[in-house]
């Protein structure tokens, strides 16, 4: 199988060719047809995000299994999946126990199995989640990590009707989570510092775009403020502006990682009851909700489609901010 292997931190990764591997029990075998390249990649390849090495990374792969491990119910050969960040866990333990895995200290995730930049990918079955039939391959890769962790930060917001949703960040997560609070009914405002993207954020369906100079916060205020806040930035400091324009009661979700300490200003947090809340991919259902709606094309994962040669080019261009708004390696 051809695969690119991170060998070391920032270096290029190298297109290898390796022996195909066979499913242990629990696992499958699945014929990677795209993968997604998420900003966590980013992460892992500056070490950010320490990884073992070697590794194969893309934690958002689609493919056709070809092979079943034994002890494997529910999945067959030729099935369509994606899988999981988080695929196993121990099965013990408390979180376990409430079907949490993604907090198990044990946890099998794509940095144990390895990721969808490689023509085969090997995966516990209980990662894997059936792609529903006319939703394509490389639109349906985006939804495994960044359609997932959006519909899982709408969920734990609990947005009620007829509040207003705000979008900072529009990047990969940030395009859908306009898109998600949109079809969920709510009204959107997308929050950028880029007048730029202005009339990108009203195609992608936003009810009003704010271009905010220096003060994110201010400006959103000044627009009415927000009852919910979707945080996809890296910035801290916009995050931190950003929450300061929510309104009473409001709740700001927290989905990427951003450089530094966001900061509450005392008062406002006090004073009106706001919520910081942090948020990653949480329940299944999540995901399977981001994957009906994009499937009923409510929601458009806007892709870029790349050969996996081009694998360590398309990481450049992710790098440099001209991805608009998700690469997609396709085998
Ligand atoms: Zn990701
Ligand atoms: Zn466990």
């Excluded at 194969?56 to 792969?61: A, C, N, R, S, T």
């Excluded at 009707?161 to 997560?173: I, Q, S, Y």
């Excluded at 400006?219 to 309104?247: E, F, K, P, Y």
Aim: proline share 5%.
């Amino acid at each position: 199988m051809r695969t690119a292997v991170m060998t070391e931190v920032r270096k290029p990764w190298t297109i290898k060719t390796l022996p195909d591997p066979r499913p242990q029990p629990g696992q499958v075998l699945i014929r990677i047809r795209a993968s997604g390249m998420c900003g966590t990649d980013l992460h892992a390849h500056h070490g950010v995000m320490p990884v073992p090495l070697p590794i194969v990374l893309g934690h958002e792969p689609v493919g056709e299994i070809v092979e079943v491990g034994a002890g494997v119910d529910g999945l067959r050969a030729g099935d369509r999946v994606g899988v999981s960040w988080t695929q196993k866990g121990c099965g013990r333990c408390r979180f376990c126990q409430e079907r949490r895995e993604s907090y198990c200290a044990e946890a099998q995730t794509w940095v144990h199995m390895g990721g969808g930049n490689s023509e085969l990918m090997l995966a516990w079955a209980s990662g894997c989640t059936l792609v529903p039939q006319g939703l394509s391959d490389e639109a349906a890769a985006p939804i495994f990590c960044a359609g997932y962790t959006v519909m899982s930060g709408l969920r734990n917001a609990a947005p009620k009707p007829g509040e207003r949703v705000a979008v900072l960040g529009l990047g990969g997560l940030g395009h859908l989570a306009v898109q998600y609070a949109k079809a969920l009914g709510l009204e959107v405002f997308a929050l950028t510092g880029s007048a730029a993207k202005k009339d990108e954020a009203r195609r992608l369906g936003a009810d009003q775009v704010i271009v905010a100079g220096d003060d994110l916060g201010r400006a959103l205020l000044d627009a009415g403020g927000a009852d919910v806040i979707l945080g996809t930035t890296n910035s801290a400091a916009h995050a931190t502006q950003a929450l300061r324009g929510l309104r009473p009661e409001g709740r700001m979700v927290n989905m990427g990682l951003v450089d530094g300490a966001i900061q509450a200003d005392p008062m406002h947090f006090l004073s009106n009851q706001v919520r910081l809340v942090g948020s990653r991919q949480n329940q299944r259902r999540d995901l399977v909700e981001a994957l009906v709606l994009a499937t009923s094309g409510k929601v458009k994962p806007m892709i870029e489609v790349y050969p996996l040669d081009r694998v360590n080019e398309v990481r450049d261009r992710l790098e440099a901010g001209k991805v608009r708004y998700r690469a997609v390696i396709k085998h």
